[in-house]
């Protein structure tokens, strides 16, 4: 079963939505605190500046004692209930719930079962202020009003604010899905244009209105790169396995010639012998051109060398060893410098077959006589190796051509010679897998010179030791 792809629109719109969700909710948190504040500020100054009328309003009677006088209709539903020092009720209205009196401070009670929000006023009352300083009365006035319709005003503004964020998101996440869409049609229009690439139709044109934004750049310089690289890569093994065929056709045709002529008449045991000779030479020829091949395959198809690690220098001394027969039948001289012990990312094996393949190609290119020189440096990351020759050199443009399959630009690398042109694309690939580099130029003196850069480790002990203590265990 396919999964189910997702779709960063709908992701983009959601998270919009969610971020618009989360700043309406805190908005109307905000609105109700304010709310709430402002309509309870409003409320409580009438209490307030009820609760201080009534204060005012109480008054001296015949009997020198105090009393409200209160004439002025009070709001409706209104509880309030006023004392003197001597716990005296001057005047009260409504059933006042037991309260902690505290002064001046604001409460709620529940009256009737309706909810109601109470102040206490605490004053004096001067009486006759002319007569040595006047008679001081400590009044009380506990003053309530029910609040229901504060929070009811509380929550209007609630819902109203509630109502408009929803019609806002529902409108935004129109908009959204209408603007998200535009915007991103660029990259459906990119999408397109690199759709239509194909194996007999590479080319790629980046749409005018994906070249115009910022962040649409690098993905379409990757397009180009990409199918640049693809495009390099396809044609080249197209040209390989063309020139595969033709390798193995040509081999092929040579040894069935080499029999057809044998079985075209009767002939001596001597000529059988020499006849089948030759063709168990072009057999040979053919298994060795099928065997690199085979051993390119693996190196490309390879992700890094894992943990393998080797001498470079040791790799070096055993590839001229198993060069020297050849030195000797050209009359050619090696000479080696002083190595490094240099530590690269490879198998033994690949490091020789490297080494080899350049020292034979060296060879391949050297007059009779002639020596090829092996020199490198060493460096805190890595090592270059440097193996020339005193040849005549390379063409001029032909540096990377030399590294591709079955390339051979001069008649030294020919059959004649035993060469099957895959030496040094084998070296490249071998570089290639673990990061390095390899180059040919005529040097300045004369002849080319094969230039090698490999990564280099400081850690070749310990994986050593690991991988010996892993074999034990």
């Avoid at 989360?22 to 605190?33: E, H």
């Avoid at 002849?447 to 690991?466: M, N, Y």
Wanted: proline share 4%; charged share 20%; with cysteine.
């Amino acid at each position: 079963m396919r999964a189910a792809k997702h779709s960063i629109t709908r992701r983009l719109i959601f998270s919009v939505l969610v971020l618009e969700l989360l700043a309406g909710v805190a908005l109307i948190g905000a609105v109700a605190v304010n709310e709430w504040r402002v309509q309870y500020k409003a409320f409580d100054a009438n209490l307030r500046a009820t609760s201080n009328a009534l204060l005012g309003a109480v008054q001296e009677d015949l009997n020198d004692a105090v009393r409200l006088d209160w004439t002025e209709a009070l709001p409706k539903d209104s509880v309030l209930r006023v004392t003197d020092e001597h716990g005296r009720v001057l005047g009260s209205e409504g059933n006042v719930p037991t309260l902690q009196v505290q002064p001046n401070t604001f409460q709620a009670a529940t009256v009737n079962g309706r909810s109601y929000r109470f102040f206490t006023r605490a004053g004096e009352k001067i009486i006759d202020p002319d007569q040595s300083g006047g008679i001081r009365h400590r009044i009380t006035i506990v003053y309530g009003l029910p609040d229901g319709h504060v929070r009811r005003e509380v929550l209007e503004a609630i819902r109203f604010f509630v109502a408009c964020t929803a019609i806002l998101l529902g409108i935004t996440s129109l908009l959204l899905g209408w603007l998200v869409r535009r915007l991103l049609n660029p990259i459906h229009t990119l999408a397109n244009a690199a759709s239509e690439i194909t194996s007999t139709h590479w080319h790629f044109e980046p749409p005018s209105s994906a070249s115009k934004f910022a962040e649409l750049s690098p993905l379409t310089s990757a397009l180009e790169k990409t199918i640049g690289r693809l495009h390099r890569a396809f044609e080249q093994q197209k040209r390989f396995t063309s020139d595969a065929a033709h390798e193995l056709k040509t081999d092929l045709a040579i040894v069935k010639s080499s029999l057809q002529l044998l079985s075209m008449k009767t002939r001596t045991v001597a000529e059988y012998e020499s006849g089948l000779a030759i063709g168990l030479d072009d057999l040979t020829r053919l298994e060795r051109t099928v065997q690199k091949m085979l051993t390119l395959a693996r190196l490309e198809q390879r992700e890094g060398a894992g943990n393998q690690m080797c001498r470079i220098d040791e790799a070096l001394r055993v590839a001229v060893e198993q060069a020297l027969p050849l030195a000797n039948l050209r009359s050619n001289s090696i000479t080696i410098s002083t190595l490094p012990p240099a530590i690269v990312p490879l198998d033994s094996g690949d490091a020789t077959l490297l080494c080899s393949n350049i020292i034979l190609n060296a060879l391949q290119h050297s007059p009779e006589h002639g020596s090829v020189e092996i020199t490198a440096m060493a460096q805190e990351q890595q090592m270059q190796l440097f193996i020339r020759d005193h040849g005549e050199g390379i063409k001029e443009n032909e540096g990377l051509s030399l590294f591709e399959p079955f390339y051979r630009g001069d008649p030294s690398r020919s059959r004649k010679s035993g060469g099957t042109g895959l030496g040094l694309s084998i070296c490249r690939a071998i570089c290639d897998r673990v990061g390095g580099s390899i180059s040919i130029a005529n040097h300045a003196d004369g002849g080319a010179i094969v230039t090698v850069t490999l990564p280099t480790s400081t850690d070749f002990e310990s994986a050593r030791t690991r991988d010996l203590f892993q074999a034990l265990t």
